[in-house]
């Protein structure tokens, strides 16, 4: 069974704060994801990373970056907070070649 | 870019009545295309693949090209069947790059 984890439930940060995000997955997957999730705008994909050291920009990459220095590993940084960051962020994974996702319990950040 | 639409935020329905979740895709050669569900407090998961055409929980999906929609549908409705659903579409890369629509929170009434 896949398991994909994220450090944190719930995050309060404040404006201008380095802020970071890990996710860890267990399943050997190369292709990892980060989406914030907001009401009425559905999921959007920040970034993703599909090997190690490597990244890839999503649709919304504007004020986030990304790190992935393990397989199993993949980190997403907010290197200064601003409220409208405020939001639900998920991570995902999946096999390379295959197209379903398992998704982490999701993040829920407050940048005050 | 890809798009998926998802034109209903929210959907109301009593238990027992029929439900159909609209999804409109942009057209682009063979999609595939998904269906993810988020029950309460629970982590957002694939209901169905229009490729496997399977029937989930009583949920079925089936794409209509000419249309471009993959409307999920259930004949009688269940109050576990409350929940936000996704309609996804894969973008064809070993990446397993998929685009979400804007999501649809079903809420079944008892």
């Known amino acids: ?23 860890v997955q267990d399943m050997d997957h190369e292709n ?24 890839e920009k999503g649709d919304i990459p504007e004020g986030y970056s990304v790190s992935r220095e393990k397989k199993e590993r993949f980190s997403l940084i907010l290197e200064s907070a601003s409220t409208n960051q405020t939001s639900m962020y998920l991570c995902a994974s999946s096999l390379w070649g295959r197209n379903e996702q398992f998704f982490g319990p999701g993040t829920r950040l407050t940048v005050l | 870019a890809q798009r998926v639409t998802q034109p209903e935020k929210l959907l109301s329905v009593f238990k027992g009545a029929p439900v159909e979740l609209k999804c409109n895709y942009s057209y682009s050669g063979s999609p595939e295309l998904f269906w993810y569900v988020q029950y309460s407090r629970q982590r957002l998961q694939l209901l169905l693949r229009h490729i496997s055409r399977e029937s989930i929980k009583g949920f079925t999906a089936d794409l209509n090209k000419g249309e471009t929609s993959f409307h999920l549908k259930k004949p009688f409705a269940q109050e576990e069947d409350s929940a936000m659903y996704y309609c996804a579409r894969w973008e064809g890369t070993s990446y397993g790059k998929l685009t979400f629509g804007q999501g649809t929170i079903l809420t079944v009434h008892p």
């Open chain 1, 1 to 23: 069974d896949v398991k994909v984890t994220q450090s944190s439930r719930y995050l309060v940060k404040r404006t201008g704060e380095k802020v970071f995000l890990e996710c």
């Open chain 1, 32 to 55: 990892m994801f980060w989406y914030r999730q907001d009401p009425g705008l559905g999921l959007r994909l920040i970034y993703f990373s599909y090997d190690v050291k490597m990244k």
